[in-house]
């Protein structure tokens, strides 16, 4: 099993209150701090909708361990050397992956050692990226059963909304306003269709149906 907790939120918000007020063409009385609330939420369904972290924030990502060996199940005849079966990298969620700050590995009396982030390479490059063993490193063993390991990162386009991509900018200022003009009625189960229609491409999809397999456990 794992675990993703926020250790620190978006410093802002890829909306501002003035976008939505402008967007919906409201009066200058307009309760500023409702059309904020509805932001948040409207950032917050996109976020989980895609998989993704939009604005910068911490998160430290805890797992159970790292499987040693994988067998796989071969099929037809194997012509080349055998390559190594150990799991060699770990798959961070809420891309995009901006930086790692650490990664600590706890024993059974809940000792924690901080593995050297020489023998780790952090892969941006893919989605979800990844924290990679460099050649000739090895994970560290006899851990404790649960939360053995725990990564703390900085997930993100950047700090700004100006780092967020237009179209999902514009597919929170939609949804924002939407929400605030459909306040006081139930929620909805599904997003717009013309907001999910702009925010597909950026969809985080896994072909597991482990809900806990996209960037939670080891690959």
């Not at 924030?57 to 194997?78: A, C, F, M, Q, Y």
């Amino acid at each position: 099993m794992a675990g993703l907790v926020v250790v620190t939120g978006p410093a802002v918000e890829p909306v501002s209150v003035a976008d939505v007020i402008q967007h919906l063409r409201l009066d200058a009385d307009t309760n500023e701090d409702e059309v904020e609330a509805y932001i948040k939420a409207a950032r917050e369904w996109v976020e989980n909708y895609t998989g993704r972290a939009f604005i910068n924030r911490t998160l430290r990502l805890s797992i159970d361990g790292i499987d040693e060996v994988d067998i796989p199940l071969w099929e037809g005849w194997k012509t080349g050397p055998d390559i190594s079966l150990r799991k060699r990298d770990i798959l961070i969620p809420k891309p995009p992956l901006f930086s790692v700050t650490s990664v600590t590995t706890y024993d059974d009396d809940d000792n924690g050692t901080v593995f050297a982030s020489s023998k780790y390479y952090v892969d941006k490059a893919r989605e979800p990226g990844r924290v990679f063993l460099r050649n000739g490193e090895v994970w560290p063993t006899a851990l404790r059963v649960s939360n053995a390991v725990e990564i703390v990162y900085v997930a993100g386009y950047g700090t700004t909304a100006g780092a967020v991509p237009a179209s999902v900018v514009f597919a929170m200022k939609a949804l924002a306003a939407w929400l605030y003009e459909h306040r006081g009625e139930e929620a909805p189960e599904k997003l717009p269709a013309n907001i999910a229609l702009l925010l597909q491409p950026y969809r985080v999809m896994s072909l597991s149906t482990d809900p806990f397999y996209n960037g939670y456990r080891a690959a």
